[in-house]
């Protein structure tokens, strides 16, 4: 676990701001990055740490925000498979399962 997400996430809370963290959770084929990585995502579309970057990344932020709204958690299936990668111009092509845990509000 990342301390810096969790410090920077218990400081939004404190303030009244609501977030979600983002987890990889698993990876199949090749992904930007391995499971266990995290991201904070604050309700403003603001992010701390990566898990991958580019659209892969744009994707799970964007339903990161969904998530808030709901304030349920849920886990992503993100496809990053070869003709998904490829249309974006990505040199990965697998697939990632990450949970979106909405914290505070």
Known sequence: MNSELIEEAVKLMERGEPCVLATIIQVKGSAPREAGTQM?????????????????EA???????????????????????????????MVCGGIMEVFLEPLGG
């Open 59 to 89: 994707s799970i932020r964007q339903r990161a925000l969904l998530v808030l709204e709901k304030g349920e958690p849920e886990i992503y299936h993100l496809d990053l498979t070869a003709d998904t990668a490829a249309d974006e111009g």
């Open 40 to 56: 904070l995502i604050t309700a403003g579309g603001q992010t701390l740490g990566t898990i991958g970057g580019g659209c892969a």
